[in-house]
């Protein structure tokens, strides 16, 4: 779908904590053209009443909201919940599924509605078999049904990697190359990740795609109009391969096995479905093009992850640790809790090369230095230290930013910082000022900059990418040529970090047993619930084990970093109620 976007067999993983891995095992002899599937590790069979909120976000909006007005495809629909259902579906007796209609109706600037939703940062997959049982209704023109994935990474598209399970709805120049006599006995799989050889005029995001004049889809008999067939995408850490199940026979998209050659498919994917109308994927530019009859349902009867020759993972819940203490951007030798490293899990961005380029100035400490050199006077420059996972800074809410800069007395420069809702908050260091502590006398010098200036009144601390961002000041463009260099930026939450499991005390408290099990414990009530929830995921609510007066419950499948936030409720024999304690919080160790 090519998006830049910046979330009742689930009902077996209901009472499972939020951001529990629920499988990973990694074999090296994996094989995805004689496959060994595995057991059934998380799926969402669409057999309630509604929509699972803690498996999907429906979205609502044109893409304008989110600062990418058609979702980045110039797509004529408005994405409204409305269109989302969960029904019987009505060509196959006995069956119910998640419908998503899409709608001939106006709501603002569209004259169509649709529907979509998407699992991030409440179910990410890495590797095994993902299978999607589902129908499509008569595209005919304009109509774009797909079941796809995106990477989890904060970096933007194409380099978080996207993984097209099933996509219809070409152009004519597309599916009658194949044979196909109509769009509706077409369709087609894709993988798009980034790729230097693929930055070229006319593509300059570099995405690179293994469907790009290469067979890549299925052309069935009949048309794929109102009736269920099952797309399946075998995933290892080594190869990928799409097939088509249609009545019963399995056909492969491309003629052979899709090497695994990028990172970003060897990282978490989230899934997205959805029934767009029009946008340069089809023939319907303009809202005159599209010739579907409507309204038109496509129905998703389940999406299920099964193990793949003992590969395969399915987590739960918002993913991000919160970082705690004291985090390095960009240092070599100052004591940090957890850093970024360069080209590792970071990278280092800079926005106009035509103006800056490698300087030679040495480091403030260790062997690192970013170092530049502004060549073009009269033109601006910038660049970030960008996180290629979201970084949640939440406990450095009251805490500082420090960061060493040898940068002339007589340029004015900005710093910034970033979120992923497309967020950012910039302050400014006039020439000549000092500003945040530092002075300005040409040589090394040190600012320390309150987190909650830096971010100001819009950035989510809990969903960070862009750590540190440095540019000209558009108001005072430097005039001359002169080299500078930023070092030792490090995040301080203002606390130490916690080194341990709190004291035993109070009549209800947690102990951490082992590296992933903490244990909740009440001493008083006749009986005690604990509530919970890990990385801010969905509340756990838990009646405790009663015995010889305490009550106890363990929560395991956590790892170090995870925040466990938690209240008790008791009942008070004496005033006859319940009492409900504060909220609290452990950072597993």
């Known amino acids: 779908m090519n998006e830049d976007r910046i979330n009742e067999s689930g009902r077996a993983f209901k009472t499972l904590v939020p951001g529990l891995l629920l499988v990973c095992a990694v074999q090296a002899s994996a094989s995805v053209t004689n496959p060994r599937i595995g057991e059934l590790i998380w799926s969402d069979e669409f057999n309630g009443t509604v929509l699972d909120s803690k498996i999907w976000t429906p979205y609502d909006g044109n893409g304008c909201q989110v600062g990418l007005c058609g979702y980045g495809n110039a797509e004529l629909e408005y994405y409204s919940p409305r269109n989302l259902t969960i029904t019987d579906v009505p060509f196959e007796g006995g069956t119910r599924a998640l419908a998503i209609q899409a709608r001939r109706e106006r709501q603002g600037s569209n004259e169509f509605t649709s529907g979509k939703i998407d699992s991030y940062n409440k179910v990410q997959v890495k590797y095994g078999m993902v299978e999607i049982r589902m129908s499509t209704p008569n595209l005919t023109t304009g109509l774009w049904p797909a079941a796809w994935m995106l990477g989890t990474s904060a970096q933007a598209w194409p380099r978080k990697g996207e993984i097209d399970i099933m996509e219809m709805g070409h152009k004519a120049s597309e599916w009658s190359q194949s044979g196909a006599p109509s769009a509706n006995h077409f369709v087609g799989s894709n993988i798009i990740t980034w790729n230097q050889a693929a930055c070229v005029p006319g593509n300059e995001t570099c995405a690179a795609s293994t469907a790009w004049k290469t067979k890549n889809w299925y052309v069935p008999a009949t048309p794929l109009v109102n009736r269920f067939v099952k797309y399946r995408l075998y995933w290892t850490d080594t190869e990928m391969r799409f097939t088509v199940e249609d009545n019963g026979v399995e056909h492969d998209m491309y003629d052979k096995p899709l090497p695994v050659n990028s990172d970003a498919l060897k990282a978490p994917f989230y899934l997205l479905l959805n029934l767009a109308v029009g946008g340069n994927f089809t023939d319907a530019a303009a809202p005159g093009d599209v010739t579907a009859p409507l309204p038109s349902t496509m129905y998703v009867d389940y999406v299920r992850v099964y193990q793949l ?249 956590l790892k170090a970093g995870d925040v466990v936030r938690y209240n008790f409720t008791y009942w008070d024999a004496t005033a006859h109620h319940a009492v409900d304690t504060v909220q609290q919080t452990y950072t597993m160790q």
């Open 309 to 557: 020759d003992g590969q395969g993972e399915v987590k739960l819940g918002n993913q991000t640790v919160p970082e705690v203490g004291k985090f390095g951007v960009y240092t070599d030798n100052s004591a940090v809790n957890a850093k970024l490293e360069a080209g590792t899990t970071s990278d280092i961005w800079v926005w106009n090369n035509n103006s800056i380029g490698g300087g030679s100035l040495t480091p403030y400490e260790g062997n690192s230095v970013l170092a530049w050199s502004y060549t073009k006077p009269g033109d601006w420059f910038g660049a970030s230290i960008q996180s290629r996972t979201i970084r949640d800074m939440t406990n450095f809410r009251n805490g500082t930013v420090a960061f060493r800069i040898k940068i002339p007395a007589n340029v004015s420069f900005n710093i910034g910082l970033a979120d992923t809702y497309t967020n950012v908050n910039w302050l400014n260091f006039p020439a000549n000022t000092t500003t945040f502590g530092l002075v300005r006398n040409g040589d090394w010098a040190t600012a320390t900059i309150p987190v909650s200036t830096l971010a100001g009144p819009l950035v989510a601390l809990q969903s960070v990418t862009d750590m540190f961002m440095f540019s000209s000041d558009g108001n005072n463009i430097p005039t001359t040529a002169f080299q500078f260099a930023i070092d030792d930026i490090v995040w301080d939450s203002g606390t130490p970090a916690q080194s341990g499991p709190p004291a035993q005390s109070g009549p209800q408290y947690v102990t951490q047993v082992a590296p992933t099990t903490i244990r909740f414990t009440s001493t008083v009530g006749e009986w005690a619930d604990v509530h919970y929830a890990v990385n801010d995921g969905s509340p756990m609510n838990v009646r405790m084990r009663l015995q010889n007066g305490v009550s106890t419950f363990e929560a395991s499948g």
